[in-house]
C-alpha cells in the first residue's frame, strides 16, 4: 500500500495526510494515480461529471483508464479538496532531465548513439536500438478460469463476490471492521474498492446502485454491486450513467457482468 502524504487544507491550512488509492487495470497490474504534490489542492465547491475522473496510464500494459479523482475532506474544517494528478505520458517517451521528452532532447555526445553521429559505431551496444526507447513490453499472463462455489446460503453469495474480486485483481477484500449496520446487503471492501452484496430474492433498486456510488466517492474508490435477482429497470440505468459495473449471480456462483462498465471491468481475458 501507497504512504500518507500530507495535503494542506486551502482554507484552514491543516495538513492532512492522504493515502493515493489503488485501482485494478484490466490485465490485472494495480494502478496508482500520479499524485502532484508540487500543485495545490483545489477546493471542490460543485461536484461535476468531468471532476469526478480522471485519466491514468498503467505502466505495466499501457492502457489508459478513467478513475475516481483523488480527493479528501480535510479533518479540521470539513473542506473537500481535488489532489491534482499528473496527467498519463504517451508510452516509450520518458521525459528528459528539463522536461521534455527524452527523444526531443537529443542523444548525449558521450553515449553511444551519440558516438555513432560522431564517427563512432552506429547504434551502440543494442546494435541499432537507440538506448533511450524502452524495448516493448510484454504481453500479460492471461488470467486462469474463476471456479464458482455453489450458492446455497447468503454467507455463500458473499463469499462468492469476494473470492470473484480477488479474480479480478483486487486484494484483500474483506468485511469492514466493527459491528455490521443491520441490513439486507452486505459490504465489501479492498483497496480501490466498495463493493455491495444483495443476496436476496428482491431485485436491486434505484437506491441501492446510488448509495453503492456515493460510498465509492466518498473513499475514491470503484463502486461495484452483486446481485441474485437482478436489477429493476432503472437502477441498471442509473448505473450505466454513473459508470457503476453490476453482476448477477446465479446458484451455480458464477457472476455474470450485465452492464458495459462491468464488461469493462472484467477485461477481454475473462
Known sequence: MAEAVPVRCPACLRENGYTAPVFPCACGSPVHPPLDLAAPPIPLTHRTWSDTWVSVRCTTCGRESEWPHPELGCGAC???????????????????????PAAAAGPDPGSAAGAGRAGGPPGGPLGGHPPHIPPPPTAPVPRPAFRPVTIRTARDAVATAALYLRWLGFRDVRQPDGRPIPAATVD????????????????????AVECVWLNGLTASATSVYFALAGYTEDARARADDLGIPLFVMDLTGMPQPVNDPADALVGPDA
Open 188 to 207: 465489501l471492501r479492498a483497496p480501490g474498492l466498495v463493493a455491495q452484496v444483495d443476496p436476496t430474492t428482491a431485485p436491486a433498486g434505484l437506491r
Open 78 to 100: 470539513g473542506t473537500v479538496v481535488l489532489i491534482p494528478v499528473h496527467p498519463p505520458e504517451a508510452p516509450g517517451t520518458p521525459a528528459g532531465p528539463t522536461g521534455t
